[in-house]
């Protein structure tokens, strides 16, 4: 039973860094947060250091300053016993938490297809639709009960990972769990106010930006839009929160694929990846060193936006049907 290996794994040790991929969105961080607050139920000690400055969106969550983002020389002064990384793929994810917990023993928590199994215990489950869904059934075996605190990081991490219950991941499973966090005192229009009610108008611009960008490839069954480097290097940039701009290009009548590129370097290109039903962007995120799941993934293309636009739209291409 994968529940009796992660139990053993946590009652075996006393102190944990819990953390989770670079850039992380609300099932990461939601993940990493209620991973933490369960800990110290246990009584445990538990820090949660993180590769990214820790995204304001999440504000509102209770105790929110327990992100730490890694600092230079951490590795020399941080101790723990074990960790727990939620949401990440591979150990190569979590940036340069990797250096942090090399020494330790380690616990993965992921629901990603393209997970490495790089732990000591890989508690893996790619029919889940977010892994906060899987801490939840932790924190249920652990026997721990919850307050609105914990049901607010958890039902954070569902939301977001399912589109607000919109994508084909949403199981009966997601729904119970929703129903039980917000019996438990999660608030959903506070949560949803926060995460999704409150952007810069510097996001807002961006997002019109975004769609004026949009191209369609493929006999309108692919969608690109994109931000070249010039763009993201402006100053109001820096207030811009772009999660969930890929899916006003997905939304496309027709649109099969939509593919979200930044020139986040002269030469390095970041795609988001989202698919309806019939492309596998795993599959294509791969074929570029990347991953993530059948239906939203990305990858990161050591080239110049226009190379990397060129490559993937040939690519996707190979993957539609034919005619
Ligand atoms: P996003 O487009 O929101 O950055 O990522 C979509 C999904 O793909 C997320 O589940 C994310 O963890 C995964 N993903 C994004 N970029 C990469 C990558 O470079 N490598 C891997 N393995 N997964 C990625
Ligand atoms: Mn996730």
Redesign the pocket.
Known sequence: MPLDAVRQFIEGADSFIVST?V?P?G??IGSAMAMKWALLKLGKRAEIIIDATPPDTFHFFANYSWLTPYAEGMEHTASAGAAIIV????AE?TGRVARVVSGARTLIIDH?I?NERYGDVNYLDDSAASSAEMVYRIIKHLGVPLDSDCAEYIYSGVIV?TGRFRFSNTTPETLRTAAELVAAGAHPAKVSEGIFYSNTVETTRALGAFIGSIRLHHGGLVATAEFNYEYLRRPEYKLVNH?GF?NHALAIRGVEAAM?LREVERSVT?????SKTIVDV?AL??SF?????AR?????IETPLDQARAALIARVGEMLPKG
């Open positions: 991929h850039n969105d099932d990461g949401d990440c793929p591979s994810r990603h393209s990972d999660e890929v979200f970041r795609a988001s990846l989202r795993n995120a791969r060193g990347g991953g993530g799941h939203a993934a990305g990858c990161t």
